[in-house]
């Protein structure tokens, strides 16, 4: 599939997508006003997406049963299925779109990368483990370049970002050049 900019998976409520489990977002700023301008996004609510509607209970990790299940933090309903099947479905339609990086949610049991809280059986944090949902997107993809939007805030991590996602489009594509209608120039520059 053909693109004339990088596409990047991101998810939605890092758009200003009201997804949250409050019925909020968490819209952020480089995002929404500057990044939009240079790529596609393939936008993702993982638990929207598995039917837990909005606003809705909010959910935890749990490490039950020599495993790592998604639970409603009061109700402890089991979401692991409907959210790895989202995963799933999702993964295919990341393989054909050729994304060139990841925006995850940080510390969301769904989006979150390495940061996301583990609870035991009496709700205890124990540890941190992957979300869900991200912990799927790159075990299918180990060397998918990602950012958490808290690493965006930092210039360094946000310079490295952005050259990691211009290098996988650029080999991609196949284009000889980067389009004159993106001042990626400028954007890296003002990265640091």
Known sequence: ?????????????????????????????????????????????????AGLGTPREPVQLRALGGGVRMVGRETRIDVTSSVEAVATAFISRLNQAQIDGFVFKDRSPSCGTHTVPLHNDRGEVVGSTWGVFAGAVLRNDPSLPTAREDQLAHRDLRRLFLEQVLVRWHRRSGAAGLP???????LLAEAV
Not at 8 to 19: I, K, Q
Not at 27 to 42: G, K, M, N, P, Y
């Open 1 to 49: 599939m053909e693109s004339k900019r990088p596409r990047l998976g991101v998810s939605a409520c890092l758009l200003g997508e009201p997804v949250r489990y409050d019925g909020g977002h968490k819209a952020q700023e480089f995002l929404t006003l500057r990044l939009s301008e240079c790529v596609e996004w393939l936008v993702v609510c993982p638990e929207v997406e």
């Open 180 to 186: 004159p209608l993106w001042d990626w120039k400028r």
